[in-house]
């Protein structure tokens, strides 16, 4: 009993602050107030209507989106590679794919923007996608080389025996197989880069602002409750995103055991 009150305590105090915002969201004042005097969906309004804040939530789902799929193609071939072939330097590879996660993010952004400044990529669309899936690809790497691990190889073999190339292999016997894993690591690689903040500061212009861009320099700058109408639309989201990766997961898992 007491564990269940600790685990109690523990979800109570990591979900009070996002109830509290999703409440303030709905104020009916210009300031933060708890509890708000009156309830409205003005700020809602106020965010779908601002076409500067409508062009920064674009901007930021074609940088996730070009994103995602980068990282999904080049974190997809290095777990092949890993999995299938043994090269020299492999174990360095490995700690060189995943050292994104490792490596503190103020320090990613100043390296980025060191290399990105003089070739003149800072400000740009494509610098930030090749910079976001810098920080995707360690996930997606992750995530196809454990789903790999549990497939049989003999799988692919006895499909070149029977007449396909390794590639058609790959695209037929492999390719469903890791299909969860795939679909699993971009729904993570696109939240990473919708979320990322640090690096996008180093990287944007004043063109080329991202929705966490935007809400960081209005905090500075001002605030009110358009901050929470948005962050509750982005904490739904991704909560929907998470339980579509949760429903993706069981499936895998039925089709595994059938």
Not at 14 to 23: D, E
Not at 81 to 86: E, G, T
Not at 123 to 135: A, D, E, R
């Given at each position: 009993?007491?564990?269940?009150?600790?685990?109690?305590?523990?979800?109570?105090?990591?979900?009070?602050?996002?109830?509290?915002?999703?409440?303030?969201?709905f104020?009916?004042?210009?300031?933060?107030?708890?509890?708000?005097?009156?309830?409205?969906?003005?700020?809602?309004?106020?965010?779908?209507?601002?076409?500067?804040?409508m062009e920064?939530?674009?901007?930021?789902?074609q940088?996730?989106?070009?994103?995602t799929?980068?990282?999904v193609?080049?974190g997809?071939?290095?777990?092949?590679?890993?999995?299938?072939?043994?090269?020299?330097?492999?174990?360095?590879?490995?700690?060189?794919m995943?050292?994104?996660?490792?490596?503190?993010?103020?320090?990613?952004?100043?390296?980025?923007?060191?290399?990105?400044?003089?070739?003149?990529?800072?400000?740009?669309?494509?610098?930030?996608?090749?910079?976001?899936?810098?920080?995707s690809i360690?996930?997606?790497?992750?995530?196809?080389?454990?789903?790999?691990?549990?497939?049989?190889?003999?799988?692919?073999?006895?499909?070149?025996?029977l007449?396909?190339?390794?590639?058609?292999?790959?695209?037929k016997?492999?390719?469903?197989?890791?299909?969860?894993a795939l679909?699993?690591?971009a729904?993570?690689?696109?939240?990473?880069?919708?979320?990322?903040?640090?690096?996008t500061?180093?990287?944007?212009?004043?063109?080329?602002?991202?929705?966490?861009?935007?809400?960081?320099?209005d905090?500075?700058?001002?605030v009110?409750p358009?901050?929470?109408?948005?962050?509750?639309i982005?904490?739904?989201?991704?909560?929907?995103?998470?339980?579509?990766?949760?429903?993706?997961?069981?499936?895998?898992?039925?089709?595994k055991?059938?």
């Open positions: 009993m007491w564990l269940k009150g600790i685990v109690a305590l523990i979800l109570a105090a990591l979900t009070a602050p996002i109830l509290i915002i999703f409440v303030m969201s104020t009916s004042v210009s300031y933060f107030q708890f509890p708000p005097p009156g309830f409205s969906g003005k700020w809602y309004q106020a965010f779908f209507n601002d076409p500067s804040w920064s939530l674009f901007r930021s789902l940088i996730s989106f070009f994103t799929i980068l990282a193609v080049i997809t071939i290095a777990a092949n590679a890993v999995m299938r072939l043994d090269f020299p330097g492999k174990q360095f590879f490995m700690a060189l995943v050292a994104p996660m490792i490596i503190p993010v103020i320090i990613v952004g100043i390296a980025l923007y060191r290399f990105f400044a003089p070739l003149q990529m800072t400000g740009t669309i494509t610098g930030m996608v090749l910079s976001h899936s810098i920080l360690p996930i997606v790497f992750v995530t196809v080389l454990a789903s790999l691990k549990g497939m049989d190889r003999n799988l692919e073999l006895a499909a070149m025996g007449g396909s190339t390794p590639l058609e292999a790959f695209f016997i492999t390719v469903p197989f890791i299909r969860p679909f699993s690591s729904l993570f690689a696109f939240l990473i880069s919708f979320d990322e903040l640090v690096v500061i180093f990287l944007a212009g004043p063109t080329t602002k991202t929705l966490p861009v935007k809400m960081w320099e905090l500075r700058t001002q009110n358009t901050i929470a109408a948005i962050s509750s982005l904490i739904i989201s991704i909560v929907i995103i998470y339980i579509l990766q949760g429903w993706l997961s069981q499936r895998a898992d039925k089709a055991t059938q």
